[in-house]
């Protein structure tokens, strides 16, 4: 690219379409380092957004726990602490399994929607491919 560009008005359409295209190629190189700033910028918000729900979780598990164990001290105060325990810890264990079965339920329930959506992809591309919608007439 030339540091020197011919007055408008001096230019033959060759140097203008030239001068253009330079125009044309300088602007989306800038936008392109524009979209890669902020790109970036972007990716490090999220990335300190994602460490803080982490953190988050991390904490939300250990005060579950500490929840676990004041239900624990609470019933101790009228039974044995392992008995206590005992009944927290089954309780946990069939509010588990109550909660694996809702699951195993739901998965169970998903339809075949990928497989449609793979006869679609194929029947999309013997339409781009043969030039028909993939049906014989």
Known sequence: MSDQRTPT????TGQLLVQATEDISQ???DEMQL????????GKRLGVGAG?????????????GTLIATIILAISEGL???IAAAIVTVVLFIAAAIAGLIGKGRVSKVSEAPQARVESVKAD??????GTDGSTS
Not at 9 to 12: D, F, G, I, L, T
Not at 52 to 64: E, I, K
């Open 52 to 64: 803080l729900f982490g953190v988050a979780g991390t904490l939300a598990l250990y005060g579950l």
């Open 35 to 42: 979209a890669k700033q902020d790109l970036a910028a972007s």
């Open 80 to 82: 044995e602490p392992w």
């Open 9 to 12: 008005e001096q230019a033959s």
């Open 27 to 29: 602007l989306i190189r």
């Open 125 to 130: 591309i013997s339409t781009a491919t043969h």
